[in-house]
């Protein structure tokens, strides 16, 4: 399966943001960011001034990963500045899931769940058909830099067995400890967009870390 990497914008050096995201507009395919409240997840990253910073300077697509106890009040302004996907956590959305993946569809974006490690797979299987993409966290939200979680391979697995029984090509994507070390067997698993934080920033060479993360042995 064709790989597409997302590489974290969280783990970026924030004084010289210009030159990543230039960097990341040569080399990825897509640019993850990660929004948090300080509530659904005990930290706080960014806000939309640097959103929209980042969002004019970007020419590749841009993902938006809401960690927040209210997604609904951002879609609007995701749009407007040209957001291209937007997810937000099962968790937080609860019985809203459904009306918030059709608002985001009908702002033209691509709708996305994320579900924490210790949300059951199955939980998501309701909404196969309704949602562009799921966003498996390898590791609990809220960090860069924590180690991926094993047990998400089979996770992804169950996911797309069942995305594919049901004869539906929705988008597997993970996030959390990826790198060059388990892009292939995620891959196999079924993912089709790997988000990477640390392991691009950290690397002495983050375009070659993408391009090893995008085709990996
Ligand atoms: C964690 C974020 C991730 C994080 C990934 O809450 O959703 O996107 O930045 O960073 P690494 O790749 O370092 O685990
Ligand atoms: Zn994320």
């Known amino acids: 399966m064709q790989m597409k990497v997302a590489p974290s914008l969280l783990s970026a050096d924030f004084l010289r943001l210009e030159k990543d995201v230039e960097m990341l507009n ?30 004019k300077k970007a020419t590749v697509p ?17 749009a407007e500045i040209g957001i291209s996907m937007m997810s937000f956590h099962l968790e937080a959305a609860g019985r809203k899931t459904r009306g918030l993946l059709r608002t985001i569809q009908s702002h033209g974006m691509k709708a996305g769940i994320a579900v924490n490690p210790d949300v059951p797979i199955e939980k998501l299987y309701p909404y196969i058909g309704e949602a562009d993409y799921f966003l498996i ?80 042995r």
């Not at 040569?26 to 910073?53: C, K, Q, R, W, Y």
């Not at 841009?62 to 995701?78: K, Q, S, T, Y």
């Open 26 to 55: 040569a080399a990825a395919d897509i640019i993850h960011l990660d929004i948090m409240d300080g509530t659904f997840v005990p930290n706080i990253s960014f806000g939309f001034p640097v959103i929209e910073a980042v969002a």
């Open 62 to 78: 841009l993902d938006a990963h809401f960690m927040v106890v209210n997604p609904g009040a951002w879609i609007e302004r995701c």
């Open 137 to 216: 966290m390898s590791v609990f939200a809220g960090f860069g830099g924590q180690k991926f979680i094993y047990e998400s391979l089979d996770r992804v697995f169950s996911l797309r067995k069942k995305l594919d029984s049901a004869g539906n090509g929705a988008m597997i994507e993970v996030d959390g400890g990826v790198g060059e070390g388990n892009a292939a067997a995620l891959s196999e698993a079924g993912a089709n967009i790997l988000v990477a934080g640390s392991a691009v920033f950290k690397s002495a060479s983050p375009s070659k870390t993408i391009a090893a993360i995008r085709n990996p």
